[in-house]
């Protein structure tokens, strides 16, 4: 590459850099793969890529688009730019991206203008669902819209469904199979069709078929955006990669960023292999290892690596060995509990000490597996009168109490004559909206309010003390730049997350509870690559704390209940950190000796072999006939619908439909025989068991009657 010209500015933004960040930022020109652990200073690494290409004359900062994954990490790059001393850096989502190319070539490539994306899939699914006649709740469509949002990302149509899933191991959702999702799938593009409407998937999917058909469209993008770069690439899917490569046309001026230990979001079509074979395609490419780790404290880091190493103790694929540059900490804990009401009490027990010496309860977040986990967490956290917040449900900007406030705010804003102090005057307006000085008694629903509107309070003692000259206009115009990025001011609670919402955030005080086998890894994660991507959710959990972490799991689910849980086997390892509480003892999968031999591997029917898991799981080949009553099949149909609905998921995690079969075509009389079927471990024997064998009792009495 030829040297580039310096302008003023520009050897500052390297100096700023660790020497990988700097390999990183000093090489604007051509294809780079960066794989960045957590912790690492990523965005800034990309940041300082792009000033620096600005700067020294590499780039011309409108003919740069970088992609990011959240409108809330979009806006914090363009912030980060900003400081940096460059402006006009496009820095979008995928789908905020597509959709504006979307709006302005559309009428020269098909006519009019585009169509309205729908906000929600739900309504269009349930009226899907409603023409198939048939029986959906709620549950049930949040699930069919996941699907739907899968097979679109996969790029499949209605036709290459059955195929597709039948390829992935992926069992449909709400007791459907593959051929009635695929006749959802059609429907549902009837439904929109009929609406004049798409959804966020058809933004892509559009944008790509334009771009490939329409040569001058193409051209067009290609001229106005000359280098690329893409956060986050681990959780790209098929259909954004495929944009990606339309937009970059044959060059190769990309640089990707990612980390393939972060990868949890398989289910939705994500995949770490766009990143690892990077190189592949871009045989060029430089590639580029974040290694040190400016979060965490080493004894965070420590046990983080230790979750992440291979039985053979090296690193995973892809992985990065993390190497802290904090100062010490105190060491990680694992607390055992007798059930789960008792490790959330212990647990907020912990927490209500915490508080007391100190700490902030914006820095303190309690972070699981499921969601079904946080109810006896806010219990515990309320009866303390603990403040808590639960991430992932309304965003902040969308609650009614701070639109509410933000409409007082801005009529307030135009009779500001500067008088009053701008934290007081804020303070003023919010007591109007409901707000009060002092926090309310109780908890739950109404504590959450008046933290949303606490922390707009915060927001402008923030602002006032950078600008004391700054009035209500100016903090008006703050809050509608951090709406459009989603850029949420701090709550001051504690923060009750699911792994997955936590991704991308971090706590100074991180409990990190449900360490049992059973939830990490979760019931349902049967394959290899399954179990993989749970090491993975809790490895981002570990490295979500930057100085105190604690783990903890309960012995059994109620109290009195038999103690049959035993510690994640994903703590293996660990003991020189936890101690002997942190030594797993894992519970038989399938695939141990016992499950291998309990599935027949010839036809009791014709005595052929068994060539497909499913034919296994069964006992019998598919050309061979059913030998169950239809009647007991769909009774046990039933009840697995009634259990799923009961515990808020899909229907094929209490069982799948081969093992429903082979229940109902072998019989079985007692826990013995029924832990012999393939797809019944001692997880779901211990949970359904008692229920499948009072069905199968009923119904031979009955036949026998």
């Not at 809330?72 to 006009?88: F, N």
């Not at 390829?167 to 004049?196: H, N, Q, S």
């Not at 954004?240 to 970059?248: A, D, K, V």
Request: net charge neutral; hydrophobic share 40%; with cysteine.
């Amino acid at each position: 590459m030829s040297t580039l010209p310096v302008h003023p500015g520009a050897d500052d933004v390297l100096g700023a850099l660790d020497p990988e960040q700097r390999e990183v930022a000093a090489h604007p020109l051509g294809p780079m793969c960066v794989l960045a652990g957590a912790g690492t200073g990523k965005t800034r690494a990309i940041t300082h890529r792009v000033a620096y290409g600005v700067l020294s004359g590499a780039y011309q900062p409108q003919r740069v688009l970088a992609v990011t994954f959240t409108a809330r990490a979009a806006g914090e790059m363009r912030t980060r730019l900003r400081d940096l001393g460059v402006g006009g850096v496009q820095a979008r989502t995928f789908h905020a991206a597509a959709l504006r190319q979307l709006h302005y070539f559309w009428p020269q490539a098909i006519g009019g203008p585009a169509p309205e994306v729908m906000p929600h899939k739900a309504g269009a699914v349930a009226e899907a669902g409603g023409r198939l006649r048939l029986r959906l709740d709620s549950a049930a469509v949040r699930d069919l819209a996941a699907e739907i949002e899968w097979a679109k990302v996969s790029m499949l149509t209605a036709d290459g469904y059955p195929a597709a899933v039948a390829r992935a191991r992926r069992e449909p959702p709400a007791g459907l199979d593959a051929t009635a999702m695929a006749r959802l799938l059609a429907t549902y593009e009837e439904v929109k069709g009929d609406r004049g409407v798409i959804d966020f998937e058809d933004v892509l999917l559009l944008m790509a078929g334009i771009l490939g058909e329409h040569e001058q469209v193409a051209r067009a993008v290609r001229a106005q955006y000359r280098h690329f770069v893409v956060d986050e690439y681990q959780d790209v899917n098929r259909l954004q990669q495929t944009l990606l490569e339309l937009w970059l046309g044959e060059r190769e001026d990309v640089c990707v960023v990612g980390d393939p230990a972060q990868t949890i979001y398989s289910f939705t079509g994500a995949s770490p292999e766009h990143l690892l074979g990077f190189r592949a395609r871009h045989p060029a490419a430089r590639v580029v290892e974040l290694v040190r780790n400016y979060r965490s404290s080493p004894q965070v880091v420590g046990l983080a690596n230790l979750v992440l190493r291979s039985p053979g103790g090296g690193r995973r694929s892809g992985s990065v060995e993390l190497r802290a540059q904090r100062a010490d900490g105190v060491g990680p804990e694992l607390l055992v509990a007798d059930d789960d009401p008792a490790e959330a009490d212990q647990v907020a027990e912990r927490i209500r000490r915490h508080l007391d010496d100190g700490h902030p309860a914006a820095q303190v977040a309690v972070l699981f597996r499921t969601n079904g986990q946080s109810e006896l967490f806010e219990s515990a956290l309320a009866e303390r009168g603990i403040p808590y917040l639960v991430r992932g449900g309304e965003r902040f900007f969308s609650r009614k109490e701070v639109r509410d406030a933000l409409v007082l705010l801005r009529g307030a804003a135009r009779s500001d004559d500067g008088e009053v102090a701008l934290p007081d005057l804020v303070r003023d307006v919010l007591v109007g909206a409901g707000w009060t000085r002092e926090p309310p008694a109780a908890g739950g629903a109404a504590r959450e309010r008046w933290e949303s509107l606490a922390a707009l309070a915060g927001l402008a003692d923030d602002l006032s003390a950078a600008d004391t000259t700054a009035r209500l206009p100016a903090f008006v115009r703050e809050l509608d730049e951090r709406a459009a990025a989603q850029h949420a001011p701090t709550v001051q609670g504690v923060t009750l997350a699911s792994l997955h919402a936590a991704k991308g955030l971090e706590w100074d005080t991180v409990f990190l509870v449900g360490c049992s086998d059973g939830l990490l890894p979760i019931t349902m994660a049967d394959t290899p690559e399954e179990v993989e991507e749970e090491r993975r959710l809790l490895y981002v959990g570990v490295t979500r704390a930057r100085e105190r972490l604690v783990l903890s799991y309960a012995r059994a689910r109620t109290p009195g209940a038999k103690a049959t849980r035993r510690p994640s086997r994903f703590l293996d390892g660990t003991e020189p950190v936890l101690g002997a509480a942190a030594r797993s003892q894992p519970r038989r999968r399938r695939g141990s000796t016992r499950e291998r031999s309990a599935a027949p591997s010839v036809c009791r029917v014709c005595g052929g072999g068994l060539a497909t898991a499913k034919e296994r799981t069964i006992g019998r080949c598919a050309g061979c006939p059913p030998t169950m009553d239809e009647q007991l099949f769909e009774q046990l149909r039933q009840w697995r619908l009634e259990t799923a609905r009961e515990l808020d998921v899909p229907a094929y995690v209490v069982f799948t439909d081969a093992t429903l079969t082979a229940i109902a075509e072998r019989t079985p009389g007692d826990t013995s025989e029924l832990s012999r079927i393939a797809g019944v471990g001692p997880a779901k024997l211990e949970r359904f068991g008692a229920s499948v064998l009072a069905i199968l009792e009923e119904f031979t009495e009955g036949q026998k009657a």
